[in-house]
Every structure is written in structure tokens, then in C-alpha cells.
């Protein structure tokens, strides 16, 4: 999801995203929900919330900021 879109969102929640970085914002909207803020954590590898908005953007944020050695 684009960031301004994510920062609409939060904006239409009442979150002020001014200052915030992208995962900043997103943990914002999941607390906000009452959601476990776990966007960009190591929670991934075990992550089963498989309806979760952010889920395919928070997997491709991990397999890029990981190096996976075999």
C-alpha cells in the first residue's frame, strides 16, 4: 500500500502521521484497531493472520531487510 494512502487511512482514524515513518504509521492504525502492532517485527515467521491488510507488504519488508543464509 502506497504511503499516502496509509497516511489517509490514519488521517480518517484520527492518527496524526506528521514525523512518522512507514511502519510507525501502520503499528498506529493496528493499535488503533486492536491489533497486535507486530508490522515489520520478527512476529512474520510465525504470523498466521492470514486476512491481515498489511500481511504481504510485512512479508516483503522482511524478505528484504533479512539475508537468508542456507
Do not use: P
Not at 27 to 40: L, M, P, T
Not at 65 to 70: E, L, N, P
Amino acid at each position: 500500500m502506497d504511503f499516502n494512502d496509509i497516511r489517509r487511512m490514519a488521517k480518517g482514524m484520527g492518527i496524526h502521521t506528521r514525523g512518522m515513518k512507514k511502519i510507525e504509521a501502520i503499528r498506529s492504525i493496528q493499535r488503533a484497531e486492536n491489533n497486535i502492532d507486530c508490522y515489520g517485527t520478527e512476529r512474520v515467521d510465525t504470523c498466521n493472520e492470514t486476512a491481515c491488510l498489511w500481511r504481504d507488504d510485512c512479508l516483503s519488508l522482511h524478505n528484504r531487510t533479512h539475508v537468508h543464509h542456507t
